[in-house]
């Protein structure tokens, strides 16, 4: 087993330590962090992110292998930030208003990090104004992604989406959404660009909407 599979391996198994060591060794031995990141960190959340997908592994599992795979990125973020490395894309997230679930939204957010995209993470209770001035901020995020768990506040991202109607910014960006009560048809009737039943599978939209625009 190479030292990238070795470190794939240790983000897999949550072995926070154990990434750590084997990031500053492959970084002490020459290797780029570019190489680190994409061979071993990205890689080895990728299957984290199948296994999810397929229910081999649970929630408990994925948040011990995003805490190692952070631990491993504390110390490739400052060589990646000098050496000019850009994230594959942007993406703004939150839970709407009057909606204060927040486990899987922070589920898509490590899971999208895991594939290499920078995460804007808005929190909960999150009203259209608040999606409007992050993406003010951030007018290089090219998706908004929303989640809600109740079904008296899903029908709060659609008023989201009418806010960035009003405000003539709705073509330039693609709205995604998931959560509990949410399905392909509500995101369709709301004029969503997609849907996501889970973390992983909204990371991989993600990408998908990112190689594609």
Known sequence: MDKFEELSLA??????????????????????????????????????????KNNE????????AARAMNTAMEVLRPI???????P??????GTV??????????????????AGIEVIDLGTDCSPEKFIEAYKQHSDAKIIGMSALLTTTMTNMKSVIDKFEETGVRNNVKFMIGGAPVTEQFASEIGADGYAPDA???AEKFKEFMLSA
């Open 11 to 52: 983000i897999q198994k949550g072995n926070a330590p154990s990434a750590k060591e084997l990031t500053e060794a492959l970084i002490a031995e020459g290797i780029s962090a570019e190489d680190v990141l994409n061979k071993a960190l990205l890689a080895g959340m990728e299957i984290v992110g199948v296994r999810f």
């Open 57 to 64: 592994i649970y929630i408990p599992e994925v948040l011990i």
């Open 80 to 86: 990646l930030t000098a050496t000019g490395v850009k």
């Open 88 to 93: 594959i894309g942007k993406v703004i997230i």
């Open 97 to 114: 208003k009057g909606d204060l679930h927040d486990i899987g939204k922070n589920l898509v957010k490590m899971m999208s990090q895991g």
């Open 200 to 202: 992983a599978s909204a």
